[in-house]
């Protein structure tokens, strides 16, 4: 065998193609009985791959990273992205919100064009090979058949981050790469103190277009009532900046616009001045259920004037205690630290013929087609650095 690939997740599965595209003899293992669960259960969500902003926009949601994958983006960005989708016959769409799905609005169709065109090529996938270490410089693996080094000339190391751990990728290989940041929980809910009836009542309703403002943030989208919390797309983007703030400082107060389209006098006209009900005058503000429950939660009846409504409905402070675990992040920070690798190459410092992409490396980005659409990328750049490695170290036949 030429290559090894741990993981198969985007990552690890696009490195292996532009591998075999070079003619290697790859095989990719992963430890899960079948082949990129998160790429599926990112699917459920419509799979968001990619968004149509500019590119220099685009960069920009690394934020510090942005150096270290711009480089690899350039060459496999967005546009790309649609083209490689399109080219295994999923047909893509730019969404109201500028993201970019594929047609079908799930992986699995995509997924199953890509193993076939991976299997025509001769990759081999093999599940329920556990990576568990290293044998000199060669992988150790655990197998159903029991353990094994597995004899390759490069490797690529595409094992993901560590959320959503029963999908697979749980992380234990920072137990033996030893330049790792400490895992953190990315795009994800915060708890929130709900009263028992508001918790019980709305748990799973969305509040649909809300401006959410935080120090240095402010953002617009749906957010969505958990019998825990909050979270969804606008909460999600915040999280990076919420997360770092309540670990510093502790509980984290946001304010919620929840009439984002209408500005404060004219919301102030509309609730109406005295004798009109608090009722009345949410109906009259054109909230949703759960945001005028939202509005009361907390605060005794009745609840002042119009005036001081508008000015609640416009400011509504919500206290976030705590970040969700990584069990249900959408993502995870940190991970293997970019300086442990080569940034042009991707290879492992210290480690000849040993390259690593995707989610395991230590960068974030809000959700919006980012994650994959790096993942991706970092994963075409390992795939191609290992391909001139063999090349270089032996021409591959
Ligand atoms: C609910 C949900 C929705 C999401 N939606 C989107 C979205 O719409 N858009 C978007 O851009 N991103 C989305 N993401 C994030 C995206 O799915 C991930 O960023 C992406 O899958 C990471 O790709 P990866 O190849 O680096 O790792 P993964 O997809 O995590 O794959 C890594 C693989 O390595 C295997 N592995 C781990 N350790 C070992 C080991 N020791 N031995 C062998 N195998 C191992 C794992 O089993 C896994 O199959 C979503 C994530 C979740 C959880």
Same mark, same amino acid.
């Not at 616009?257 to 009109?276: E, H, S, T, V, Y």
């Given at each position: 065998?030429?290559?090894?690939?741990?993981?198969?997740?985007?990552?690890?599965?696009?490195?292996?193609?532009?591998?075999?595209?070079?003619?290697?003899?790859?095989?990719?293992?992963?430890?899960?009985?079948?082949?990129?669960?998160?790429?599926?259960?990112?699917?459920?969500?419509?799979?968001?791959?990619?968004?149509?902003?500019?590119?220099?926009?685009?960069?920009?949601?690394?934020?510090?990273?942005?150096?270290?994958?711009?480089?690899?983006?350039?060459?496999?960005?967005?546009?790309?992205?649609?083209?490689?989708?399109?080219?295994?016959?999923?047909?893509?769409?730019?969404?109201?919100?500028?993201?970019?799905?594929?047609?079908?609005?799930?992986?699995?169709?995509?997924?199953?064009?890509?193993?076939?065109?991976?299997?025509?090529?001769?990759?081999?996938?093999?599940?329920?090979?556990?990576?568990?270490?290293?044998?000199?410089?060669?992988?150790?693996?655990?197998?159903?058949?029991?353990?094994?080094?597995?004899?390759?000339?490069?490797?690529?190391?595409?094992?993901?981050?560590?959320?959503?751990?029963?999908?697979?990728?749980?992380?234990?290989?920072?137990?033996? /790469?030893?330049?790792?940041?400490?895992?953190?929980?990315?795009?994800?809910?915060?708890?929130?103190?709900?009263?028992?009836?508001?918790?019980?009542?709305?748990?799973?309703?969305?509040?649909?277009?809300?401006?959410?403002?935080?120090?240095?943030?402010?953002?617009?989208?749906?957010?969505?009532?958990?019998?825990?919390?909050?979270?969804?797309?606008?909460?999600?983007?915040?999280?990076?900046?919420?997360?770092?703030?309540?670990?510093?400082?502790?509980?984290?107060?946001?304010?919620?616009?929840?009439?984002?389209?209408?500005?404060?006098?004219?919301?102030?006209?509309?609730?109406?001045?005295?004798?009109?009900?608090?009722?009345?005058?949410?109906?009259?503000?054109?909230?949703?259920?759960?945001?005028?429950?939202?509005?009361?939660?907390?605060?005794?009846?009745?609840?002042?004037?119009?005036?001081?409504?508008?000015?609640?409905?416009?400011?509504?402070?919500?206290?976030?205690?705590?970040?969700?675990?990584?069990?249900?992040?959408?993502?995870?920070?940190?991970?293997?630290?970019?300086?442990?690798?080569?940034?042009?190459?991707?290879?492992?410092?210290?480690?000849?013929?040993?390259?690593?992409?995707?989610?395991?490396?230590?960068?974030?980005?809000?959700?919006?087609?980012?994650?994959?659409?790096?993942?991706?990328?970092?994963?075409?750049?390992?795939?191609?650095?290992?391909?001139?490695? /063999?090349?270089?170290?032996?021409?591959?036949?």
């Amino acid at each position: 065998m030429d290559a090894v690939v741990i993981g198969t997740g985007p990552a690890g599965l696009m490195a292996a193609e532009v591998l075999s595209e070079a003619g290697a003899k790859v095989a990719v293992l992963d430890r899960m009985a079948s082949p990129a669960r998160k790429f599926l259960m990112a699917g459920r969500g419509g799979l968001n791959l990619t968004h149509s902003e500019p590119l220099e926009l685009f960069l920009t949601r690394y934020g510090a990273a942005e150096p270290f994958l711009a480089p690899h983006i350039r060459l496999f960005g967005p546009e790309r992205v649609r083209a490689w989708c399109e080219g295994l016959g999923q047909e893509t769409f730019v969404g109201s919100s500028g993201r970019v799905f594929p047609r079908a609005m799930k992986a699995s169709p995509l997924l199953r064009a890509w193993l076939a065109r991976l299997a025509g090529r001769g990759v081999e996938i093999r599940p329920r090979h556990r990576w568990t270490g290293w044998e000199g410089a060669a992988p150790r693996v655990e197998t159903p058949d029991g353990g094994r080094t597995i004899a390759a000339r490069a490797t690529i190391l595409a094992c993901g981050g560590a959320s959503w751990p029963r999908l697979g990728s749980d992380g234990a290989w920072a137990g033996w /790469l030893p330049e790792t940041e400490p895992f953190a929980p990315s795009n994800m809910g915060f708890r929130v103190a709900w009263s028992p009836w508001f918790a019980g009542r709305f748990a799973g309703e969305p509040l649909k277009r809300v401006r959410l403002s935080f120090t240095g943030f402010a953002g617009l989208g749906e957010a969505v009532v958990t019998a825990q919390g909050l979270e969804g797309g606008v909460v999600y983007a915040a999280s990076a900046w919420l997360r770092e703030s309540i670990r510093r400082h502790g509980p984290a107060t946001v304010l919620l616009d929840l009439r984002p389209d209408l500005a404060l006098p004219a919301l102030r006209a509309r609730l109406g001045g005295a004798g009109i009900s608090t009722s009345n005058r949410l109906r009259r503000a054109g909230l949703a259920p759960a945001a005028a429950a939202l509005v009361r939660e907390g605060l005794p009846a009745p609840m002042g004037d119009g005036a001081d409504l508008a000015r609640r409905i416009k400011a509504l402070p919500l206290v976030l205690e705590a970040p969700m675990g990584l069990d249900r992040a959408i993502s995870s920070a940190g991970g293997l630290r970019l300086a442990a690798l080569d940034p042009a190459t991707l290879g492992l410092r210290g480690r000849p013929g040993v390259f690593a992409a995707g989610e395991m490396l230590d960068w974030e980005a809000p959700t919006g087609g980012h994650l994959l659409t790096a993942c991706l990328a970092t994963g075409r750049a390992a795939g191609l650095s290992a391909a001139a490695w /063999l090349q270089a170290a032996a021409p591959i036949r």
